[in-house]
């Protein structure tokens, strides 16, 4: 076999084993979206109508007024910020980052900052932290907002967080200040019905990153209410050479490739039968089990790894290999060997084990990996 397109680019290919991340290429689209992303690859478009059309069917599937395909969540966060300072001005949108004149202060609770809500700066907002160490109050919150307000903004996975107010509590106070909450729910996709969850509340927007559900690991969209999606598309690159203002979304540019894996990717995921996806992880556990059974120095432990980079009983996706002072090994160590080969394997080394996650993994990249663990436990 000849060298492969990695290699002579200079990358080794890798069996991920630690789950979905940018910095392992997201996520491996399925093929009959890759299919339809190839047969788009064939012939030009439009992309106005294009992201006009992707847009409301993304916004059907998830029972919101309006919706936005963008690259990626990190990129939805500063055009969704952007589009509560602009609203659908479009002098304020060619102005931006400059905030003069214009609402630009972002509301977060302090005890839920977090790795990307710098993102909100990029458009020119400030972050306004509310409350302190301990926590924020309703009256906090209430009395934070005032004529410099742009918007609220909560991200759903730190909600729960001790001494923090609810989403519910925060749509409630915003709404009654007379400003939008703006919603990160970047990886928030199963269950299903919870993507449509957060505009059924009363968010205003709400973005998501398509790599979570096996799309495009730069591609993501926006959904919410209409005249605010209105403002994110009329900030977005669509308009760029065309418009008459030179607004600050050109560098979200999307490839109409992009697009379509992101709307079809959505549509597989929704109508996937997500039970079947969960028995095949169990199954592909168990047979990491059977593999490394017998190893002296190591004790396994099927467990859950999620989204929130933290170990939970269940559901299944990750296999806990723990290794003992006799094994010979320290987690770190196992885990360099494991990266020093060819393909790569990519785990998650933590304390005293590595984790080895199956949700990102083949069935023959089990049998690799089994091969690997043994023979760098063997050689200890």
């Known amino acids: 076999m000849g060298e492969s397109v990695l290699h002579r680019l200079g990358a080794k290919p890798a069996i991920n084993a630690m789950g979905v991340y940018t910095s392992l ?23 106005a109508p294009l992201m006009d059309g ?16 963008t690259p990626g969540a990190s990129s939805a966060i500063a055009l969704m910020v952007a589009a509560c300072m602009t609203g659908s001005d479009g002098a304020r949108m060619e102005q931006l980052p400059d905030a ?22 990029h458009p020119g907002a400030r972050i306004v932290e509310v ?11 209430a009395a934070a907002i005032g004529p410099k307000t742009a918007c609220v903004f909560y991200p759903p996975h730190m909600e729960g ?24 729910a970047a990886y928030k ?26 799309g495009p690991n730069t591609g993501g969209f ?46 597989e995921w929704l109508a996937m039968d997500h039970d079947a996806r969960f028995d095949d992880y169990l199954r592909k556990v168990a047979r990491l089990r059977e593999g490394l059974a017998g190893m002296p120095g190591i004790e396994m432990e099927s467990i859950c790894f999620t989204m929130e980079e933290t170990f939970v009983p269940e559901p299944v996706n990750c296999l806990k290999v723990r290794l003992l002072p006799e094994c010979g090994l320290t987690a770190a160590e196992l885990d360099a060997r494991l990266r020093a080969g060819d393909p790569v394997i990519r785990t998650i080394p933590e304390d005293d084990f590595v984790g080895i996650v199956v949700e990102t993994t083949s069935d023959d990249d089990v049998e690799t990996i089994i091969a690997r663990v043994r023979e760098a436990l063997g050689a200890a």
């Open 25 to 47: 290429g997201g996520s491996i689209i399925p093929a009959s979206v890759w299919e339809a992303m190839t047969e788009s690859n064939q012939t030009y478009c439009e992309m």
């Open 54 to 69: 992707a847009g409301q069917i993304v916004a059907d599937l998830l029972g919101a007024e309006a919706g936005r395909v």
């Open 100 to 121: 003069t004149g214009m609402p630009y202060e972002v509301l977060l609770q302090k005890r839920q900052r977090y790795l990307f809500d710098r993102m909100i700066k």
């Open 131 to 141: 409350g302190d160490d301990e926590g924020t109050t309703h009256e906090q919150l």
């Open 161 to 184: 967080t001790p001494g923090t107010l609810s989403l519910a509590e925060c749509i409630e106070i915003a709404h009654a200040g007379g400003v939008p909450i703006v919603v990160d």
């Open 189 to 214: 996709n199963y269950p299903t019905e919870l993507m449509g969850s957060y505009t059924a509340a009363g968010a205003d927007l709400v973005c998501f990153s398509a790599k979570y559900y096996m």
């Open 222 to 267: 926006v959904v919410g209410r209409k005249e605010l999606v209105d403002a994110v598309a009329g900030l977005d690159f669509t308009g760029y050479e065309t418009g008459d203002y030179r607004i600050f979304g050109r560098p979200f540019k999307l490839d109409r490739q992009l697009v379509v894996g992101v709307v079809l990717g959505l549509q």
